[in-house]
């Protein structure tokens, strides 16, 4: 038990050091002279909730307080009195409101899991004793974004005849019917909200966000599919194991489902491991459906992440210590090699993105999850 702890220390103890490093390479000045961590080394600008709230998570040396005060003040300014919250904000306070470059955006409804992260973002940051400047407005703004959001038989629903970015990192992926990534980020961000909010918004709003949260877990079986080993990305469009999405879910899945997961991930390591790093999905012909076109191998649609094997490790650990370890060594040799790199093909070729913050903050994740024993889930 002491040796095994080791280990996982050991991996942590090196990712950060690795996260310490491409913080300082990967930075951005916020209008009004803040310098802060940006997603990656150029490539990507701005702040976005999940890119810039997970590397402070696990590694508190990047989270000065007097310095995140300064960025809740920005964030504050650009946010609060939108209809709805944004996918990220710009150095300079413009807030963008969907995924995709300024000529090409992504979907025609807020992404899903939006007012989750940013809900994240906020109980975080409150935790780590930072003053939450107009709550009240927050509290608003957050409210308006949770009512865009569409369910149906307790899950978190896209429309088929009409599809939309469900969770950001599947942005450029048709995933429609009810679905898991964006209901999983959903269920905790209702919870988180229900705290963070309460005095704030009504109680009967609140007893509302708890019973869809409760919902979400009550009826994450529909998703289950035991033809294809566990959850389907979507019941739907994307009718596919869901490789990250099976890694979050399996915190609340029960004994008989999480053995089904252990096995799909054994059964098919060749088909998604490669460096290790993680694709989303196992079938050599990519998703099913595209919301962009995609090139097959690439990105989303069958790039190796080094941040997909964070959503897995724990699943791994617990079926089989010997591979996690084996896993991780060759994550940690990999990372540096591919330049801490967003996402790499299959012949390595790396993606634009250097030293995103991301690869390395998902795999500290899941150690810092085993290191506390508790699931994954918890700290979304």
């Known amino acids: 038990m002491e040796e095994d702890k080791q280990i996982l220390t050991e991996a942590y103890d090196k990712l950060r050091g690795y996260l310490l490093k491409c913080a300082e390479r990967a930075s951005v000045e916020l209008k009004g002279g803040i310098r802060t961590i940006a997603s990656s080394e150029g490539h990507y600008y701005g702040l976005w909730p999940d890119d810039f709230l997970f590397p402070h998570i696990v590694c508190p040396e990047l989270a000065d307080k007097d310095k995140l005060q300064r960025v ?79 369910f149906s038989c307790g899950l978190v ?40 909010f309460r005095g704030y918004l009504e109680e009967d709003l609140l007893e509302y966000w708890k019973d869809l949260g409760k919902g979400i877990r009550e009826n994450l079986w529909r998703l289950y599919d035991p033809e294809i080993g566990g959850f389907a990305a979507g019941s739907k469009d994307c009718h596919q194991f869901d490789v990250w999405g099976n890694g979050l879910a399996y915190g609340l899945a029960g004994e008989d489902i999480k053995r089904s ?9 060749d088909k998604i491991i490669k460096f290790g790093f993680t694709r989303q999905i196992a079938e050599e012909q990519g998703w099913q459906r595209l919301l ?3 090139e097959l191998g690439k990105y989303m649609n069958g790039g190796y992440w080094a941040a997909g094997t964070g959503y897995i490790l724990p699943v791994i650990y617990e079926a089989d210590k010997q591979l996690a370890y084996k896993l991780l060594e060759e994550l940690l040799e990999n990372l540096p090699r591919f330049h801490f790199a967003e996402w790499v093909d299959g012949e390595g070729n790396e993606s634009p993105a250097k030293c995103f913050l991301m690869a390395i903050s998902i ?18």
């Open 72 to 150: 809740i003040e920005f964030l504050t300014e650009s946010v609060v009195d939108l209809e709805r919250v944004p996918d990220r904000v710009e150095p300079d306070g413009l807030p963008i409101m969907f995924p995709g470059w300024y000529d090409g955006p992504i979907g025609e409804k807020m992404p899903a899991h939006l007012p989750a992260a940013w809900t994240r973002l906020l109980s975080y940051f409150e935790e780590w004793g930072v003053n939450i400047p107009k709550k009240e407005r927050w509290a608003k703004v957050i409210k308006r974004s949770f009512e865009q959001i569409s």
């Open 363 to 380: 795999p500290l994740l899941s150690l810092k999850s085993l290191l506390e024993e508790n699931p994954l889930i918890a700290y979304f």
């Open 292 to 294: 962009v076109k995609a």
């Open 157 to 196: 629903y896209i429309d088929p005849q009409r599809p939309s970015v469900g969770f950001g990192y599947q942005d450029n992926i048709a995933i429609t019917g009810f679905t898991l990534m964006s209901s999983l980020a959903i269920y905790r961000g209702l919870q988180r909200a229900v705290d963070l």
């Open 261 to 269: 997961i252990q096995g799909f991930y054994l059964r098919n390591w």
